[in-house]
């Protein structure tokens, strides 16, 4: 079935520092990719997303690329800062419409 | 900016109580879904509605477990007897589409606790 395989946390790092999270997936059909992030006391907020292969998602700065071949969707930021300390969670949606989530990864960005 | 609203943020409650969990979904969505994250596991989906009623539920939505759309805006979870293990975080989402490219809008999430 499907499924979302995301790295381990926490993640610690000094600001400015590059950041990568690495997910991988499991899907049976052609499913649409998503970054999510959740900052502390809120909500799931989408934080970038690729419906197809070699879509290229991108907001604020963050990236990620879907990619087929290696059924990978790394989420990239070549620069982070101390707002961006919060947990990060990979999904994909299928031909249903549940979405199938990551465990999610702690970031913590130290000034 | 519209959003996904759920109350309360936190209960509290003794096993073999009854909950019901609350959500505001964006006004002008129509598919409303519930998942739920134990503590240190995967965000899980537990079931999805449309048109006042369920299009698809997971093996976690037993008879334990019902929603429904009361009125024009609140969408409810409800646990008829709680055990232990559903002590979880509870996430209400939303989407105008309901296809695998639609991206779901979620609430903040309810803390359910059951002692």
């Known amino acids: ?111 | 900016e519209p959003e996904v609203t759920q109350t309360p943020s936190h209960q509290v409650t003794q096993m073999g109580q009854e909950v019901i969990l609350r959500c505001v979904p964006i006004s002008n969505h129509l598919y409303f879904y519930w998942y739920r994250q134990i503590l240190g596991q995967k965000v899980e989906f537990l079931v999805s509605f449309y048109n006042n009623e369920i299009s698809e539920k997971s093996e976690i939505f037993d008879d334990q477990f019902s929603v429904e759309r009361p009125d024009g805006s609140n969408f409810t979870l409800k646990i008829r007897s709680t055990k232990l293990e559903d002590s979880a975080m509870y996430f209400c989402a939303s989407d105008s589409e309901g296809s695998s490219t639609d991206t779901q809008y979620f609430g903040p999430g309810t803390r359910l606790t059951v002692l």
């Open chain 1, 1 to 111: 079935g499907d499924s979302v395989t995301q790295m381990e946390g926490p993640v610690t790092l000094s600001e400015e520092a590059f950041l990568t999270i690495n997910c991988t997936y499991t899907a049976t059909g052609y499913p649409s990719l998503f970054w999510y992030v959740q900052y502390p006391g809120e909500g799931l907020q989408l934080l970038l997303k690729a419906t197809k292969a070699d879509d290229k998602g991108s907001n604020k700065g963050f990236e990620a690329t879907y990619r087929k071949e290696t059924t990978s969707f790394h989420l990239e930021k070549g620069s982070v800062q101390v707002s961006d300390s919060a947990v990060y969670f990979c999904a994909l949606s299928d031909t249903g419409n549940q979405f199938y989530f990551g465990t999610g990864t702690s970031l913590t960005v130290i000034p």
